[in-house]
């Protein structure tokens, strides 16, 4: 392509230097970060593709943006004669104020996060890349140069911009005449990347990582002279450009058609992650509404998961012409890890997140979306068990964020959780509810849980003593959303959740023996009942004789509708004010300790060990105790009676 980039007579250079996080960003791309140095040519090409879709857009309410050229395509060119290589594109293009803010700064936020998380380990590192949208500075992986000339679609030829950056500390950047609309980033290839002069490497990088792209990526074919030509031939002339790439909208092909190399290549575009997805979904849908929908689920999380505030959403297209990079309207936000792309017939032209969030068939849309998301883990979990095993451990919070937000798929989504349990006693979290419904007890009605700080609390937990002597499964939470989490779920099967930390334990029916011993043992500690409570009454609501132990002398146990001790926990640590209630506390009085102290009749000794228990009790909940001094001075004096006896 001619060069016809002037610099205007009033042009004026500036210097400006990097932001910090970009110098660092920028030396270790110089160095390298990226294992395979091609990726920059997918980099360069997917922003010059998004360039061309951002010009659609903006050509739909103003259609003289297209500057009489609608044809929209992307061209690589590459000059061994002066160590060049050039991709181009004439798509929205920038202004001087946008070069600055866009190359001389990273856009997306999080940088100084990805920098925390380098390890050092170029193979590791180079997969952060793709999460923090840094894909133009790949270019100084093999140029010790790069020049971008650009102009605004809808701008003088006079207002373009040539920006300029060896990588180092700073660039420059000034104003030049540029008769097209569009982007030009021109790299001065380094010694040791001459590759990447050769055409034919370059054509067989571009159909590897653009195939999917769906305007023509173009380089240009010298066109063989005719004998009618002669020497009057004009050899410029005889310059044309073909198609790289397949050009077509890879969502709008046939599943049959699609590899899956092809499949995993759009979903570095779409995504701008180095790494592959785990699974997809592509599907068309036909009848009263007609879309096409391409779902991914990526193989990591993203830097910015936890932010729910975060940009996130699917690329949207109507009948083939990009609208919106970050659809969030078309999925919820428990599903806000999934990308991809929806096509619709059947929205406006002129959509826009006013009009998205009034269309009803954008609802209904969402709705088949989700299950067909849902469907996709379901479909996951039963196929390739290994792999929803990487999904759970990666996405598996986030998920548990759905039946608080999605009450129609609460079956759902329920189905797709994974619980660590007594069943096998390891921290890995494994099990389905369903699997825990095949193996319960004949007569069990309800499916228990414990919840704990920690994996170690809630395996070690008292509360598990009579469901272990039973043979009854317990699921072991130990994640901060679980008790919040069960408050929303609530039943799963037709069986209702149930905390054993809380309320009266009911685990079926006693037959007679065990009923009768359990009325003796209530009946004889009843003065004993009655002397604790006067103990420690300001503290607990009640005392009584426990249905839960076996092993340890008491408990502490939640009412039956307060919020459980693992929410208060979280809601002290956000400041937020708990409302207040007071635990009940189970004696076990077949356990020695509570024997000694039924059998205690000096009062003040008595007092001693009661609090003790109470305290005892308290840990073994995963508590902090108020006055853990106390504690040890009870815990002391009692060491040291024991040894004088």
Known sequence: MTDTTTQSPEA???????????????????????????????ELISNAADAADKLRFEALSDNTLFENDPDLRVRVEVDAE?????????????????????????????????????????????????????????????????????????????????????????????????????????????????????????????????????????????????????????????????????????????????????????????????????????????????????????????????????????????????????????????????????????LSLNVSREILQQDPAVDSMRSALTKRALDMLEKMAINEPEKYKTFWSTFGQVLKEGPAEDFANKEKIAKLFRFASTHNDTAEQSESLEAYVSRMKEGQEKIYYVAAENFATAKNSPYLEVFRKKGIEVLLLSDRLHDWLMGHLMEFDGKMFEDVARGTLDLGELNEDEKKHQEEIEKASEGLVKRVLDVVKEQVEEVRVTQRLTESPACLVVGEHDMGAQMRRIMQAAGQKVPESKPVFELNPEHPLVVKLGSETDDNRFRELSLLLLDQAHLAAGDTLEDPASFVHRLNRLLLELSHQ
């Open 12 to 42: 004026k250079a500036e210097t400006l230097g990097f932001q910090t996080e970009a110098r660092q960003l920028l030396k270790l791309m110089i160095h390298s970060l990226y294992s395979n140095k091609e990726i920059f040519l997918r």
């Open 82 to 346: 002066s160590k060049t290589l050039t991709i181009s594109d004439n798509g929205i293009g920038m202004s001087r104020d946008e070069a600055v803010t866009h190359l001389g700064t990273i856009a997306k936020s999080g940088t100084a996060e990805f920098l925390g998380k380098l390890s050092g380990d170029q193979k590791k590192d180079s997969h952060l890349i793709g999460q923090f949208g840094v894909g133009f500075y790949s270019a100084f992986i093999v140029a010790d140069k790069v020049d971008v000339y650009s102009r605004r679609a809808g701008l003088q030829p006079d207002a373009g911009v040539h920006w300029q950056s060896s990588g180092e500390s700073d660039f420059s950047v000034e104003n030049c005449t540029i008769p097209q609309r569009g982007t030009r980033i021109v790299l001065h290839i380094k010694p040791e990347s001459q590759e990447f002069l050769d055409e034919f490497r370059v054509r067989s990088v571009i159909k590897k990582y653009s195939d999917h792209i769906a305007i023509p990526v173009e380089m240009r074919e010298m066109k063989p002279l005719s004998d009618d030509d002669g020497e009057n031939t004009d050899a410029e002339d005889a310059v044309v450009f073909e198609a790289i790439n397949n050009a077509t909208a890879l969502w709008t092909r046939s599943r049959n058609d699609i590899s899956d190399e092809e499949y995993q290549e759009f979903y570095k575009y779409v995504s701008h992650d180095y790494e592959g997805p785990l699974s997809w979904s592509h599907n068309r849908v036909e009848g009263k509404l007609e879309y096409t929908s391409l779902l991914y689920i990526p193989s990591h999380a993203p830097f910015d998961l936890w932010n729910r505030d975060a940009v996130r959403g699917l690329k949207l297209y109507v009948q083939r012409t990009f609208i919106m990079d970050d659809a969030e309207q078309f999925l919820p936000l428990y599903l806000r890890f999934i990308k991809g792309v929806v096509d619709s017939n059947d």
